[in-house]
């Protein structure tokens, strides 16, 4: 199943149309943006396939990884989110003319979360859902979470100094399936530590100025 580069693919549209049904055109568009990031952000490290022209279900499973997060339905875990997508996918499986591409997109959502994948793109996938954890777009992704319980910004600092402190990053590095993707999840948590300790410095800061009343500027 050769891949289509062409953004007006039919399952593009068909997605895109999904991404519409419970959203405003700004905020559909930004879902639509985001899930081909993803796409983006797998393709540089496609060469981990040992094969050059990967299915287009490989693309799809990208943008439908994000059709729970447009619907306001995403989990922290791996494994309920490639459940959820499944779920949103599923209407696509109407369409004859998609039907063995989602067959073939919701198998390889099912591989993602298996402690070992028997595909090397689901390896891959898992990968990807795994570093972003260890980036700002994965701490944007708790805000967002976040601020959709009523939380505010000191929930998230402190919910990612106690991961830090219980060892929890420590343990994430151990899923990888690729090397090269577990060192670059290392680089990123390296980098970040320091942005933590200068966010929970404002916090605190701000806090302290919130109590005292004084007002700056």
Same mark, same amino acid.
């Given at each position: 199943m050769p891949l289509v580069a062409d953004a007006s693919t039919q399952w593009r549209d068909a997605l895109t149309a999904l991404f519409s049904r419970r959203r405003d055109r700004a905020a559909a568009e930004r879902a639509v943006w985001l899930a081909d990031q993803r796409w983006r %952000?797998? %393709?540089p490290h496609l060469s981990l396939l040992n094969h050059p022209q990967p299915g287009e279900q490989l693309p799809m499973v990208c943008w439908a990884l994000q059709l729970p997060v447009a619907a306001g339905q995403a989990a922290g875990r791996i494994k309920d989110h490639c459940q959820q997508a499944a779920e949103l996918l599923s209407p696509l499986s109407g369409q004859e003319a998609l039907q063995p591409l989602v067959e073939a997109a919701t198998h390889l959502l099912g591989q993602i979360p298996l402690p070992a994948p028997p595909s090397p793109e689901a390896r891959l996938l898992f990968d990807l859902l795994n570093l972003e954890d260890f980036g700002l777009l994965g701490w944007f992704d708790q805000y967002? %979470?976040?601020l959709g319980a009523g939380k505010e910004l000191t929930a998230l600092a402190l919910g990612l100094r106690r991961r830090e402190q219980y060892g929890y990053w420590t343990a994430r590095l151990?899923?990888?399936?690729?090397?090269?993707?577990r060192q670059l999840a290392e680089k990123r948590w390296r980098q970040l530590l320091p942005v933590l300790d200068q966010l929970e410095e404002e916090l605190a800061l701000a806090g302290t100025d919130e109590?005292?009343?004084s007002i700056e500027g």
């Amino acid at each position: 199943m050769p891949l289509v580069a062409d953004a007006s693919t039919q399952w593009r549209d068909a997605l895109t149309a999904l991404f519409s049904r419970r959203r405003d055109r700004a905020a559909a568009e930004r879902a639509v943006w985001l899930a081909d990031q993803r796409w983006r %952000r797998l %393709r540089p490290h496609l060469s981990l396939l040992n094969h050059p022209q990967p299915g287009e279900q490989l693309p799809m499973v990208c943008w439908a990884l994000q059709l729970p997060v447009a619907a306001g339905q995403a989990a922290g875990r791996i494994k309920d989110h490639c459940q959820q997508a499944a779920e949103l996918l599923s209407p696509l499986s109407g369409q004859e003319a998609l039907q063995p591409l989602v067959e073939a997109a919701t198998h390889l959502l099912g591989q993602i979360p298996l402690p070992a994948p028997p595909s090397p793109e689901a390896r891959l996938l898992f990968d990807l859902l795994n570093l972003e954890d260890f980036g700002l777009l994965g701490w944007f992704d708790q805000y967002q %979470r976040l601020l959709g319980a009523g939380k505010e910004l000191t929930a998230l600092a402190l919910g990612l100094r106690r991961r830090e402190q219980y060892g929890y990053w420590t343990a994430r590095l151990e899923h990888f399936h690729f090397p090269q993707m577990r060192q670059l999840a290392e680089k990123r948590w390296r980098q970040l530590l320091p942005v933590l300790d200068q966010l929970e410095e404002e916090l605190a800061l701000a806090g302290t100025d919130e109590h005292s009343g004084s007002i700056e500027g």
